[in-house]
């Protein structure tokens, strides 16, 4: 992990034990002073990571206010710390409810239902699951019964999806799509219980609910006492009734993670399963809108979907619960100027709600600003699907809104100024989570043992079959890269950074390329033109020998897993032999020494050197794709269009999570390449200037052109996760 990551998971931490009291973490040190529902979930996600035990804890206290119905109340109320929170237990009544637990001060509604996620994650993270088991026994049975309520009670149509009946279980309070439904609300605000809002005593009032909203919230809470909080009546009588995709796409989630705590305990999975499945079903079929193509929320009262294009829409990638059509609907809408597109510069993804929406409001709470938990969730949702680069572009704005602005409560997606109250518990824990689950730094295994397999693995000419190809040897360069074209465009997928190896295994596409290379072994690359058709020669020529030795070396999970892989898969070519490393590093790099080893590729006498290419271009390091996460997309690079197509990849990897650049901090955190091939980039400066040139955000780029000699540098971990489809 780099030290800037460590430092910021160290103040995280701070964060969360600032905010523990002793049985629960309070979501934020004023503002929110007891416990929340889907906040406990997320704080327990983060420190499953690191204290198995406060985070069985915090689901304990929670679950132990569970009413006997079986609802788990959005909040369970501090006895120490009344009075600075409206509504509070005397405005809730709750006791006139038969199902409320004695002992206990709770809202009457519910939230999201994370708690199985949570509790997947931490047994996923335990160091010793029997010492867990006794706490898996004893929730299991609690997360079942809160699932089994809310299909009992909040589903009356019977198609899997469940209702919410106040927007604060939404988890999304002011959320544009709750204004219809709000506002068809016919009710008589000098009727009302009287009452006095809290919340504005500590964040501003303009970046809160409206005092209009605030009547009819209080109006459905007085309906519900009323009711004695009978499920019943208010299914009847409750003008607030909506199906909301973020609400069902986290149970839909849950119940999967609920079917793996049930395997885990020997229990039967079954059920969980069930649901999840009818769940899924009812997202896809009745919130779907076709002309729209997006997910939206349904207001059962009116029968009508809300057309408010919110992130809301897009979980059903979360809950992998949109079909592959859908998923690339959504795809297309996330990564718009709407919702920030890719390296679109100056915005950081994914803001709440649509930024060119007329309602759209950037410090206003759930009307616009970007929120860490919706984030990190869609994160996983897009690389689910396999949206990997879009996926890696949240994960970026995740670990830098934080360290740049404060572990805020949400933050401005145009400019990063963090708003709501600081030291937020949830953003403290995702970041942790984020960092641990994607830049902890594999362990390093036996790196001796490791370097002598490398060493003495044999090498393997993949080049060697009998069967020749058909066309004149003059044309066998045109043919070559027009098969590599032809297999990218049939197994790569560029948009979401990953390759289909077993797909590509078995085609004739395949096939055909591997024929083709069969012709190298007769080939002179000197007869190559001009230095552009060398240049994508090469480097088309590496990104498939990386491939084809994948795919011919059965490689499953990392090109690490083959000892010496970049140096044993080798192809023939005119009668001498090329791994990738001799292109890479002979051809390419003009005979550079490669990072961490003794000697240049080509000996002095070495005849490979006269295909060296003319002159070191540092952009080819954002071209040629190890089969690697952290490496880049693979393209395919054409002679005639060479330098645009090299400018892209340059630009698309200076933008990725890959370069974070952070004014405040006096530092820039970026990717190994950047160590490894430091030279190649004209050291330091040579960096910071290439940065600056591709950078999309003006503010980034002036930056760095005023301070850059005085910028640290911090390396990133290299993923060398295989960029296979799926996770
Ligand atoms: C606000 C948020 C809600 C959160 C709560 C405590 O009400 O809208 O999602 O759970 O604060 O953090």
Redesign the pocket.
């Known amino acids: 992990m780099s030290r800037i990551f460590d430092r910021y998971v160290s103040k995280a931490r701070e964060i969360l034990s600032r905010n523990w009291t002793g049985s629960y973490t309070k ?2 040190p004023s503002l ?1 002073p007891h416990q ?1 529902n ?2 406990t979930g997320f704080i327990a996600i983060g420190k499953a990571h690191y204290d198995t035990r406060e985070a069985e804890a915090e689901l304990r206290a929670l679950f132990s206010a569970q009413w006997s119905n079986g609802m788990l109340p959005q909040i369970v109320f501090n006895p120490e710390a009344l009075g600075h929170y409206f509504p509070e237990p005397d405005f809730w009544r709750t006791d006139r409810s038969p199902h409320a637990p004695a002992g206990k001060m709770t809202s009457g509604i519910t ?1 999201p239902p994370l708690h199985a996620v949570a509790v997947e994650k931490i047994l996923l993270n335990t160091r010793n699951q029997a010492k867990l088991e006794p706490f898996l026994q004893w929730i299991y049975p609690r997360i079942l019964a809160l699932h089994e309520y809310l299909y009992r009670e909040r589903c009356p149509n019977g198609d899997g999806l469940v209702f919410i009946r106040h927007p ?1 279980e939404s ?3 002011n959320s544009p799509a709750w204004d219809p439904p709000l506002q068809a609300m016919e009710i008589d605000s000098k009727a009302l219980p009287p009452y006095t809002r809290k919340d504005t005593d500590h964040v501003a009032a303009w970046m809160r609910p409206t005092d209009r909203d605030y009547d009819r919230y209080v109006f459905l809470v007085d309906l519900f006492r009323t009711l004695q909080y009978d499920e019943k009546e208010i299914r009847q009588r409750c003008p607030f009734l909506i199906a909301d995709p973020l609400f069902n796409s986290i149970l839909c989630r849950a119940n999967r993670s609920l079917s793996n705590i049930a395997e885990a305990i020997g229990q039967d999975p079954s059920v969980p399963l069930q649901w999840e499945a009818a769940t899924a079903e009812g997202i896809r079929d009745r919130l779907w809108c076709p002309e729209r193509r997006n997910f939206y929320p349904f207001d059962m009262v009116s029968g009508n979907l809300i057309y408010e294009d919110t992130s809301s829409g897009f979980l059903p990638l979360y809950a992998g619960a949109a079909t592959r059509d859908q998923a690339d609907a959504l795809y297309q809408r996330i990564d718009s100027l709407s919702f920030c597109a890719l390296h679109q510069g100056n915005c950081y993804t994914i803001p709440n709600y649509d930024t060119r929406a007329e309602g759209f409001e950037r410090a206003n709470y ?1 009307r616009g600003p970007v929120w860490i938990n919706i984030n990190w969730m869609l994160a996983d949702g897009l690389a689910r699907y396999g949206y990997n680069l879009k996926a890696d572009s949240l994960r970026r704005d995740l670990l830098q809104l934080p360290i740049r602005f404060g572990f805020h409560e949400y933050f401005d997606s145009f400019t990063g100024t963090g708003y709501g109250s600081d030291d937020f518990s949830w953003t403290a824990a995702l970041f942790i989570d984020l960092v641990q689950e994607y830049y902890r730094q594999a362990p390093a295994g036996r790196p001796l043992r490791r370097a002598f397999r490398a060493l003495t693995a044999p090498a393997v000419i993949l080049n060697s079959g009998t069967k020749l190809p058909s066309c004149p040897p003059n044309e066998l360069a045109g043919e070559l890269m027009k098969s590599i074209r032809e297999m990218r465009r049939d197994f790569y997928d560029d948009r979401r950074g990953v390759v289909d190896y077993a797909s590509l295994k078995g085609s004739e596409a395949f096939q055909h390329y591997r024929t083709l290379t069969n012709g190298l072994r007769m080939f002179d690359p000197g007869d190559l033109a001009s230095e552009d058709e060398r240049l994508a020669f090469w480097i088309n020529l590496y990104n498939t020998v990386v491939v084809d030795g994948i795919v011919t070396l059965d490689v499953h999970r990392s090109v690490l897993e083959a000892p010496g892989f970049f140096r044993r898969a080798r192809y023939l070519i005119g009668g001498r032999t090329f791994s990738p490393d001799d292109m890479e590093h002979g051809i390419l790099r003009r005979n550079a020494r490669p990072f961490g080893k003794p000697f240049k590729p080509f000996g002095p006498l070495d005849p490979r050197r006269e295909w060296m290419i003319g002159s070191l271009d540092p952009r080819i390091h954002f071209a040629l794709v190890c089969g690697s996460r952290s490496c880049a997309p693979i393209d395919y690079y054409d002679a005639g269009n060479l330098n645009a197509q090299l400018e892209e990849a340059a630009r698309s990897f200076i933008n990725s999570s890959e370069v974070m650049v952070f004014p405040e901090k006096k530092r820039v955190l970026l990717s190994e390449i950047f160590k490894w091939y430091e030279k190649d980039f004209g050291g330091r400066s040579g960096i910071i200037h290439f940065i600056r040139r591709y950078h999309a955000s003006g503010e980034i780029g002036s930056y760095l052109g005023a301070h850059g000699p005085d910028l640290q540098f911090e390396y990133l971990f290299y993923d060398w996760n295989l960029n296979r489809w799926g996770r």
């Open positions: 979501p934020s929110y929340w889907w906040d939230m604060w988890g999304i309070d759930w």
